[in-house]
Every structure is written in structure tokens, then in C-alpha cells.
């Protein structure tokens, strides 16, 4: 394997021409998606040029067009590693049958860490549904990559139901109204997050949901 390079990039560094070891141009793409990610946060997708991203990154429009097809394939690839990580997390909980309040009450905890507090994907859910009118596909992204993080949960709601523990339903209805309990809907919107950290706040939620569909 070739050796990691010892090139520092600087804000308005240019990329040297010439054929790189591929593991320095993943480690310049990865550079190119953290400028990206910035420069959405601050400027919300319109307001984001690809002009700019080069200016900082020293990557090429060539190279950018090349990897991601247009700003819009550079915001799903960063919707798309956000969304594998906030899975990740999402579907390493354990889902214990015989446990219904403690599993959903993890739940809580890690949807809390992730998908309320958790920087980068309420960053990218802000600018889809800020601009969601003017670039929809953007919107339409982030629900897919909702819907695949709460399959597992669904599938375990839709146990409980089998069970009887929960009342029938379609157990994709359930797991939005979870969702619905833990983020407040425009509440955690706002920047008001204060509610999210409420001692025993995830027992609380798991229990109301009990009720609620038992």
C-alpha cells in the first residue's frame, strides 16, 4: 500500500497535477467533503458555489464534477454518510422482546444523540426542508434515508404487535409517532433543545408510547 502523503492542504491551496496514490485522493475528497459540509451549514444549498468549494478545498471543478456529478450528488454523498452513520448507531441498539419500556427507552437515548443532537444530520435535515421547495429531491433524499433508519425499530414494534403487547397497526405509523414523541415535531426545529435532556426523559416517552398503542 502506498504510503500516506505528508502534504498539508491550506484553505486556497491548488491539487498538483499528476496521477496521485489513491489513498491521498481519498484523504483530499474527505477534505473536500468537510469544506462541503461547511459551506452548506453556512450558506444553505443555493447559496453554496462550486466555485467556492474549489477556492477552499484545492480540488478541482473537474474532479468534483467527475466524482459527484453536480452539487446535488456532492449533498447526497455527504445526506449519504451522514445517514450511514446515524444507521449504524440506530440498528446496533438491542431490541429485546422481553424488555419493551428498556428497548424503547434506548431507543430514545441513541435517536436523541443522533438524529436531535447530532450536528451533522440536523444540519442536512435543516437545509432539505428550508429549501425543500426550491430543490425537493433534496427533501425526498433525507425521508429515504429516515425510512431505512427506523426499519429496525418498526420491525420490533411490529413483534410487540404480534404479541399482543401492542396494539395491530401498521408499525411504520408507530415508529413515526415515536419519533414523533422524541423530537416535538417544530420544537426541536428551533433550536429549543433544551426539552430533549430532561431527566428520565426516555422512560417517560417509552412509557407514553406503551400506553398509547397498548
Known amino acids: 500500500m502506498p504510503a500516506r502523503s505528508s502534504l ?13 496514490p489513491r489513498v491521498e485522493v481519498d484523504r483530499r475528497i474527505d477534505h473536500l467533503l468537510a469544506i462541503a459540509l461547511e459551506e452548506f451549514a453556512a450558506n444553505g444549498f443555493g447559496g453554496t458555489s462550486l466555485d467556492r468549494l ?19 450528488g456532492l449533498f447526497q454523498r455527504l445526506a449519504h454518510d451522514c445517514g450511514t452513520m446515524i444507521k449504524g448507531k440506530l440498528w446496533a441498539i438491542d431490541l429485546d422482546p422481553d424488555d419493551p419500556e428498556g428497548t424503547l427507552a434506548r431507543f430514545v437515548d441513541a435517536y436523541v444523540e443522533i438524529g436531535v443532537m447530532g450536528p451533522e444530520g440536523r444540519m442536512l435535515l435543516e437545509i432539505a426542508m428550508a429549501e425543500r421547495k426550491t430543490f425537493p429531491d ?40 415515536l419519533q414523533g ?4 415535531g417544530f420544537r426541536s426545529m428551533v433550536g429549543d433543545l433544551d426539552f430533549v ?12 408510547f406503551l400506553k398509547g398503542w397498548g
Open 8 to 20: 498539508q492542504l491550506t484553505p486556497n491551496a491548488r491539487l498538483p497535477r499528476g496521477r496521485l
Open 138 to 177: 433534496l427533501g425526498g433524499f433525507i425521508m429515504a434515508n429516515g425510512l431505512e433508519g427506523l426499519q429496525p425499530i418498526s420491525s420490533y414494534i411490529g413483534l410487540l404487535m404480534e404479541r399482543g403487547i401492542l396494539l395491530p397497526g401498521d408499525p411504520l405509523d408507530a415508529a413515526f409517532d
Open 181 to 184: 414523541l422524541i423530537s416535538h
Open 197 to 208: 435532556h430532561r431527566p428520565n426523559r426516555a422512560r417517560d416517552i417509552a412509557r407514553r
Open 54 to 72: 474549489v477556492e477552499r478545498s484545492g480540488v478541482s471543478k473537474t474532479t468534483i464534477l467527475r466524482r459527484f456529478g453536480s452539487k446535488l
